[in-house]
């Protein structure tokens, strides 16, 4: 029965001191995390170190946990923070690079549904062009994109985890997808061919 327990139940009994349920909440969000940290940083071992001092800062942070937002979206906000910190600190631009061998879409996306063997080889090969074009966006414009296309977030979800209105993340999400497919176009690279390059579950929430 503990394995089927929400967010907000596991939540609850965290905040009464039980740390197996907070254990689970780290079971359960490690990986997004760390796929967020990663498209983020670029770096494998900071992005783990960003996961770390999430969960530290979290736990730490659970009784005063007021729920006006989802779990996740609080969450994702702690490790938002801290890669911002992490950029201005060592003065870095995010890279949005995957570590060879992995597929940091999967493991954020994982309950998604299974795709084809020629929809993933499309997807890793469009990724890099992808990802050279989402250096290009500012800072609002490719956090939006990232939450939505790569974490499969909602805009509501996206609103409360970077507190701010629906509206202004919609129009941040449209300006930079309309920048990203005119330097995709400008690569010679067909938007619809792009897409494969963004997890099938985000294209299902609105």
Do not use: H
């Amino acid at each position: 029965m503990t394995g089927t327990a929400t967010d907000e139940e596991l939540v609850a009994r965290s905040m009464t001191g039980d740390n197996d349920s907070f254990d689970q909440l780290v079971r359960r969000w490690e990986r997004p995390i760390f796929a967020l940290a990663y498209r983020t940083l670029g770096r494998e071992e900071e992005a783990r170190d960003v996961v770390q001092e999430t969960f530290l800062r979290a736990f730490r942070s659970i009784k005063g946990f007021k729920g006006e937002a989802k779990f996740s979206s609080w969450l994702y906000r702690i490790a938002l923070n801290l890669c911002r910190d992490w950029m201005r600190r060592e003065r870095r631009n995010p890279v949005m690079l995957a570590p060879e061998g992995v597929d940091i879409i999967e493991m954020a996306t994982e309950s998604g549904p299974t795709e084809s063997i020629e929809e993933l080889v499309g997807r890793n090969v469009m990724s890099e062009a992808v990802a050279r074009a989402m250096r290009l966006l500012p800072e609002e414009q490719r956090t939006a994109i990232l939450l939505k296309e790569y974490q499969g977030m909602t805009f509501q979800e996206i609103a409360d985890t970077i507190d701010c209105p629906l509206s202004t993340v919609k129009t941040r999400m449209y300006q930079g997808l309309s920048v990203l497919r005119r330097e995709l176009e400008q690569q010679g690279i067909s938007t619809r061919a792009a897409v494969v390059s963004f997890p099938a579950r985000a294209t299902s929430r609105s």
